[in-house]
Structure formats: C-alpha cells, structure tokens
C-alpha cells in the first residue's frame, strides 16, 4: 500500500522567511495531492492541493511542486507570518483504486513561525 | 453555519466504559469518515461509510462500532474502553468516496481514559 514520509517534523522560522516542508510518496500511481493546515484545538483544513497531470500550484504565499518521476512533493510557504504555525499534513491518493478509497497522511511538520 | 460538527468535545472516562461520539454534517456530502489522531499527531482512518455502507474499515479493535444512521450522520460507538483509546477522534466528509475532493473535518472530540 501507499506509505508517505513527510520531512522536517518540526520546522521554526523567523517572520518574513520562507518555509519548506518536503514528502515522498512510494505508489506510482497516486495521483492526487493535498495539503492540510491544523491549527491547535482545529480539525484539519485543505489548504492547496495538486493532481499529476500538474508539476507546480501557486495560490498568494503557498505554492505546492511535485515530482512525479522523483516520487516528492513539496509546500513552500513564502513571506511567513505568525499565523502559519500550525501542524502540516501532506497526502497522498490513487483514487483509481475503487476498491480503497483512502487519502493517506504523512505524519506531520510543527511550523513554528517567530515573530 | 458549520459543517462538520462532533459531540462531544471533550470525554473523560474510566476504563471499562462505554462511550459515544456523534457527529453530523450539512454539506449534503455522501461519504463520512472517523480519524483517530494520537498524541504525536499522526492522523489514522479508521473508518468510512459512503452513503450510509462501510466501505473502509481499517485493523481497528472490534470494541470500535461505526454506525451510520443516514448519510449526514456518523457516530462511533467504543466499548470497554481502554488507556491506549485516548486521543484525538476527528470525524470528516467528503462529496463522495473517489478521494478527488476536500475531506472536511469537525472540530475533534478529545477522549481522555483514566
């Protein structure tokens, strides 16, 4: 089945810098991608996602990349503020598969950002 | 208006009990999912149901009981509760059950076993 790392698991930057989280995938064949947010005391929120036939996403700050070939996508957050501390989750879906219908998780960046 | 909503927010048990989560959603979405989310914040499915059917079922103690009264409800029933039950249970739904979409998740119900 789909496993999925995701690196660093806890990351601090100062205002203003930018953010990287990095994952790695280990089914060829997933072909969606999404990003969630988890702020403390919060469910999970999508943030940005990106599907295979795409090789990079830009939404305002955030901005996903994926390697198809490498089996790595990554989210970078630009110009970050105090509000982007949260916990980060990557994921990863082959949603061919009718039989297994489920996303599955990495297991999570801690963004600190330090004002 | 909120979309995924789970009671309750928190539950302190003892061992031994039987507990209760419930949860509702207002998206007209056809499929529901229950994550257990642990201390070091890893996100697990347990279950999904797509209208109403189970359709996942992950390797999840037997003590766990998913039930699922119309689409727009999800509850988990846990019998006999233990110390390793503990944790994050987030309940989230999705338009249906390709994974091509949005999953969005309730606020959580934080269950502490003493």
């Known amino acids: 089945g789909e496993n999925v790392e995701q690196h660093p698991s806890t990351l601090s930057v100062q205002e203003g810098d930018s953010a990287v989280i990095k994952c790695t995938y280990s089914?060829?064949?997933?072909?969606?991608f999404p990003w969630y947010k988890q702020e403390l005391g919060k469910g999970p929120q999508l943030i940005i996602d990106i599907r295979s036939n795409v090789g990079e996403k830009k939404d305002q700050r955030i901005a996903v990349t994926l390697n198809k070939t490498a089996k790595h996508f990554s989210l970078h957050i630009t110009e970050t503020q105090p509000e982007d501390s949260a916990v980060y989750f990557c994921?990863?879906?082959?949603?061919?598969?009718?039989?297994?219908?489920?996303?599955?998780f990495g297991p999570g960046t801690s963004l600190s950002v330090i004002p | 208006d909120t979309a995924v909503s789970q009671t309750p927010k928190y539950l302190v048990t003892q061992m031994g009990n039987d507990k209760s989560i419930k949860c509702e959603q207002n998206l007209g979405h056809d499929t529901m999912y229950w994550y257990k989310q642990d201390s070091k914040k890893f996100l697990k499915i347990m279950f999904s149901?797509?209208?109403?059917?189970?359709?996942i079922n992950e390797t999840v103690p037997n003590r766990f009981s998913p039930k699922s009264p119309d689409k727009a409800h999800l509850n988990l029933h846990i019998n006999s509760l233990e110390l390793g039950d503990s944790a994050v249970y987030f309940c989230?739904?999705?338009?249906?059950?390709?994974?091509?979409?949005?999953?969005?998740f309730g606020p959580g119900t934080r269950l502490t076993v003493t």
């Open positions: 089914d060829s064949a997933s072909n969606y």
């Open positions: 149901y797509n209208n109403k059917e189970l359709i």
């Open positions: 994921a990863a879906h082959n949603f061919l598969k009718t039989s297994y219908d489920k996303v599955i």
């Open positions: 989230a739904s999705s338009q249906d059950r390709s994974g091509w979409y949005e999953q969005y």
